[in-house]
């Protein structure tokens, strides 16, 4: 006997392997996304810190940035007023000292305070840290299960 297609069973069976397939591929893809996320917001606002302190250096006058959870503001000044640009960020940040929300670089491109920013979101990125020393700034990436501070981030630079 010459039977062509397929039978019932075979292809609930075909499509629930295809399902299965799919579940695991959708799971491996929103991972990929978040780690995507969160280096892409990490290296833009590294990025920006690099851009502000040579502004300052360049253009011979103090120029700060402003830290928030959820946003950063860039000043060309330190009066604060009006910034040049603002950021929204899609992950909240935290930093190694709260109260200090303004990092000033003057006109040698030195920061005023040393601190760490990190994302605030357990990820498998590359990196989710920033170090700002007085004389340089560096990406990082958090150690598991540590608060954000300098000591507990591994520098990738």
């Known amino acids: ?3 062509r297609g397929f039978t019932l069973v075979e292809i ?3 499509i629930a392997v295809m399902g299965i397939l799919m579940s695991i ?3 491996n893809f929103n991972d990929y996304s978040r780690k ?3 280096e892409s917001q990490t290296r833009k606002l590294y990025s920006d810190i690099m851009s502000l302190r040579g502004k300052g250096l360049y253009e011979k ?3 700060a940035l402003r830290l928030s959870t959820t946003k950063y ?3 060309s000044s330190t009066s604060m007023i009006g910034p040049y640009q603002e950021t929204v960020l899609k992950s909240e940040i935290e930093w190694n000292s709260p109260t200090v929300t303004d990092i ?3 006109t040698q491109g030195l920061s005023n305070v040393d601190k760490s920013i990190c994302v605030n979101t357990s990820n498998n990125a590359t990196v989710d840290s920033i170090i700002i020393f007085a004389t340089m700034v560096k990406l990082g990436k958090l150690k598991d ?3 954000c501070g300098q000591t507990k981030i591994d520098a990738k630079q």
């Open 1 to 3: 006997m010459n039977m």
């Open 12 to 14: 609930i069976v075909a």
């Open 25 to 27: 591929a959708m799971f």
């Open 36 to 38: 995507a996320n969160v």
């Open 61 to 63: 006058h103090e120029v």
């Open 73 to 75: 503001s860039l000043y």
């Open 104 to 106: 000033i670089f003057d």
């Open 145 to 147: 299960g540590e608060n």
